[in-house]
């Protein structure tokens, strides 16, 4: 686990206790579109998306020539290109982060399964700080496909915010205490959770400010 932006752990866990006003969240999924980038990069390299490929959340579904054992290298050899300095934000998302930030005081702590790359781990944050400005107070870099579970371990019954797009990550907050907010993807529309489910950023900046 690779902090930027954070000097100590006493500064990660004293940071935990700002009157609620620090937000957890991931990366891919919800502050950036990641899988528009990754489809690009992957159509370049001679990847066709199948028909169906937005009925499977695995990956190895998405495209025709990709086998499953291929999938989290393929993966990780995108997180740790050049291509991942330069991700758009996911929908509406810097301008309500930026809102929640400038109007409301609230800061972002990123939790992101990237890469243990050091090159990959300083381009994410470079991106992020790029898009999201001074609203991005540290990045939590975990390996290439990594459960969270050890990284939100220290914010156990901490009631702080956790935004997520897997639902696996999000109920290991949920698990922890956290108050979770998902991020929807059509992969799990049909399915039903104990925490609210959101379309975009306007949805998620309602719900904070009105602390639900």
Known sequence: MIFIGVDTTE??????????????????????????AFSVWMRERGYTLAEDAKKSYYLHHHYNE????DAKRVVRTFNESAAIGFLPALRDATYYVKRLHEEHGYVFRVITSLSLD??????????????????IESVICLATGADKDEALEPYRDSGLYWIEDKPSNA??????????????????????????LVKNWKEIYELITEGK
């Open 11 to 36: 500064k990660m866990l004293y940071n935990c206790n700002m009157k609620n006003k620090l937000i957890l969240t991931d990366a891919d999924g919800v502050l950036i579109d990641w899988e528009w």
């Open 118 to 135: 050091k090159d990959a781990q300083r381009l994410r944050d470079m991106n992020l700080r790029k898009l999201f400005g001074d609203a």
């Open 66 to 69: 990709l086998e499953q054992k």
């Open 171 to 196: 109920d290991c907050g949920y698990n922890l205490g956290l108050k979770i907010i998902l991020v929807e993807n059509c992969h799990y529309m049909e399915h039903t959770f104990n925490y609210p």
